[in-house]
């Protein structure tokens, strides 16, 4: 009766097993879609476009009209540490604030897997740059029309970023105006990597959302402070030269990872 009941329990353990394994195995095969949301927001507080935000640490306070950035290059690494590049041909994405449908990315055809971190640019990498403008044509066009190019030598802008200020020594509000982008010799495109407090879970039918948080703040307020106040021209805070370095090295902590969703299809 023992070894009865051993087999027994034996071939239960068994079956669940090989269950167990054959549902994981069919769980992880195939291909599905990953989103990703951003949510611009200034200093732990919503964005709303022309409202004034909290001051600065430099005592500035904006309102934010306009901003846009490119999202490129998209690099998602597996548990086992091996990863999933985007097709970079796909991969060219412009977030404008003032369209919201384009605070959401749609990836799809994204091998089924258990992601744990997630990479991306900001702005268009110089060897995709160096194809010249017909190695970039469609994309070129649309960063056309969205208003994020100069002429094709000076090339594209990575992150356009407007608006008005006032501190306590400009009380009218003045216009400020952020580009990065190529400026002589420096490329100034920047690449952001978030590990994610829980692994997005990619299957034909999970199609997990990463949700990103976007601290516009640390643009001028981050690791690198830039006084707006002291950058005026002719009533007008343009950034140039080195502040543009300045700027592209802070935009390393403009993301953060709020939540990631694996819900069902």
Known sequence: MKNILKKSIA?????????SCSKSDDAITGTGALKVQFENGFADNALVLGSATVPTSQNEVLKISSVKYIVSNI?????????????????YFIVDEATPSSLLLNLSNVPAANYKSIKFGIGVDQAQYDLGQTGIANFWTDAQNAGMTWSWASGFKFLAFEGTFTSSTVTTDTSFMIHTGKTGTDYNYTEVSLNLPTNALVRTNITPQIHLSTDLSQIIDGTNKIKLTD???????????????????????????????????
């Open 11 to 19: 071939i239960i353990v068994v079956a669940i097993t090989f269950a």
């Open 75 to 91: 690099v998602l690494t597996k548990e086992d540490g091996t990863t999933f590049t985007y097709p970079k041909e796909q991969s």
């Open 231 to 265: 950058k005026i021209v002719l009533n007008s805070a343009t950034l140039s030269g080195n502040n543009i370095d300045l700027v592209s090295e802070n935009l390393t902590n403009l993301f953060s990872v709020e939540h990631v969703h694996n819900d069902p299809n």
